[in-house]
């Protein structure tokens, strides 16, 4: 992939309000009495014991929906989502305004509710959370997206941090491009944030993978973006579309993600799982492309693909990669 340092930054968002707020759809807490035992071809795993489940949908109409789950030093759960359907803080009956970002926190005993908070502007469901992470201050990041303000037309990257009962200590969006958002979000030892999503530069929506260092008060510190080109894998081609999906700290500093890119083929289009090693101020070390010999037409799957460091200073990676037959 070509990288590209760019010029975004962060500007102080409109403080928005918080309600208290009834929804979500559920928890599951698992716990297991078998490790995992993996073969070439086949997958066992061992019976997981539930050990509570609890639906926080009270409305038969509910739209809300939970993107990501962190634990909290104290031990309660938050997990982060999006609401649709819920009148938001400044709703008023002449001008009702509905959704938000939507967080609610759970013991860990039984997931009891502890507090749920609806975060929004005066609009219909412009702001969204796309991954939450505890902070060693007891508090956690979030990492989502502002479609409320006029500088980003496909949307802001929004930035915001909280303390344990949900209560915004700052918030910032990312602006520069014309749209951006987050997928992957972890502290760092200086007491910033790196976050890792995909940014479109112009209205044309072509996404290209993203980088970003936030510093402790959430402002933007460095970033850097890396569109896809002919030249960047076999099958790559410019203008393709190249997200980044998860993130981690490496043992020297720096960090691996992974995403996915388009790939063109003879039989058709379809998505490749990439993996890129950046050093500490965000520079490519190196990359790899994943894929089968023999592709079908069509997407593969978009989900996120998580990456982990091991004890040997290797990787493992898990995704999916769409093909006619096996590698």
């Not at 909280?162 to 990312?174: A, E, K, P, R, V």
């Not at 014309?178 to 940014?199: E, K, L, R």
């Not at 081609?237 to 998860?246: E, L, Q």
């Amino acid at each position: 992939m070509q990288q590209e340092r760019n010029g975004m930054e962060t500007i102080s968002k409109h403080a928005p309000a918080s309600r208290y707020t009834l929804s979500i759809c559920a928890i599951v807490v698992l716990t297991t009495t078998l490790g995992f035992a993996a073969q070439k071809q086949h997958v066992a795993s061992g019976p997981f014991n539930k050990v509570w489940t609890v639906a926080l949908s009270q409305y038969n109409q509910a739209d809300e929906t939970g993107n990501s789950l962190t634990q909290l030093s104290n031990g309660t759960i938050v997990a982060g989502g999006n609401d649709a359907n819920q009148h938001n803080y400044c709703s008023t009956h002449h001008q009702p305004y509905f959704g938000g970002a939507w967080l609610v926190a759970v013991t860990s005993s039984g997931g009891n509710n502890v507090w749920q908070r609806l975060y929004s502007t005066c609009a219909n469901a412009q702001q969204s959370t796309g991954v939450v992470a505890h902070t060693s201050d007891g508090g956690f990041i979030l990492a989502g997206g502002d479609f409320d303000n006029p500088a980003c037309g496909g949307g802001c990257g929004w930035f915001a941090k909280f303390d344990s009962t949900g209560s915004i200590s700052w918030q910032h969006d990312l602006t520069g491009a014309y749209g951006a958002g987050a997928d992957a979000i972890t502290p760092v030892a200086d007491g910033g944030y790196v976050a890792v999503g995909n940014q479109s530069p112009t209205f044309a929506e072509i996404l290209q993978g993203l980088i970003m260092k936030i510093s402790a008060n959430g402002e933007l510190q460095w970033c850097a973006a890396f569109p896809e080109s002919d030249n960047s894998f076999p099958g790559a081609f410019t203008g393709g579309n190249f997200t980044f999906g998860s993130l981690q700290l490496t043992q020297d500093g720096g960090y691996i993600v992974s995403g996915v890119a388009d790939a063109r083929f003879p039989s058709g289009y379809a998505h490749v799982l990439t993996i890129m090693k950046l050093d500490a101020t965000g520079h490519v070390q190196w990359s790899k492309a994943y894929y089968g010999t023999v592709w079908a037409s069509g997407p593969a799957g978009d989900g996120k693909y998580p990456i982990f460091q091991t004890a040997d200073g290797g990787y493992i990676f898990s995704g999916t990669v769409q093909q006619l037959v096996s590698p």
